[in-house]
């Protein structure tokens, strides 16, 4: 998990974790726990969208719970029907402003009448 979370972290592509492995593999023949441990480039997002984007959001929620925040919500599409949300919250934590961002898009399909 914490592989996982060294891709999400540092927005790394998951082609590397293949490679990565056999680096760590070669590089550590000895390791027991590095011989039990297959983590591929298909595994690093379900564990990332299953395991710790779950956990992030109670993280966030708990956070906002007892807190002051402000949310700003920007959405626009542009010409090729992407749309794109942007999320922002700003959150207090004892006197410290957090600043939490999101990104998102989605392409839609409009129907002309």
Request: with cysteine.
């Amino acid at each position: 998990m914490k592989i996982s979370n060294f891709f999400a972290e540092r927005s790394l592509p998951f082609l590397l974790a293949d490679d990565l492995m056999l680096v760590l593999k070669d590089a550590f023949p000895d390791s027991e726990i590095l011989k039990d441990t297959n983590l591929t480039r298909k595994k690093i997002p379900t564990i990332i969208t299953d395991i710790i984007h779950p956990q992030i959001k109670l993280n966030l929620y708990e956070k906002m719970k007892d807190s002051i925040f402000t949310l700003i919500l920007d959405e626009s599409t542009d010409n090729s029907n992407i749309l794109q949300l942007t999320i922002v919250i700003n959150i207090l934590i004892k006197r410290l402003i957090h600043q939490i961002l999101h990104f998102s898009h989605q392409r839609i399909t409009r129907i002309k009448c």
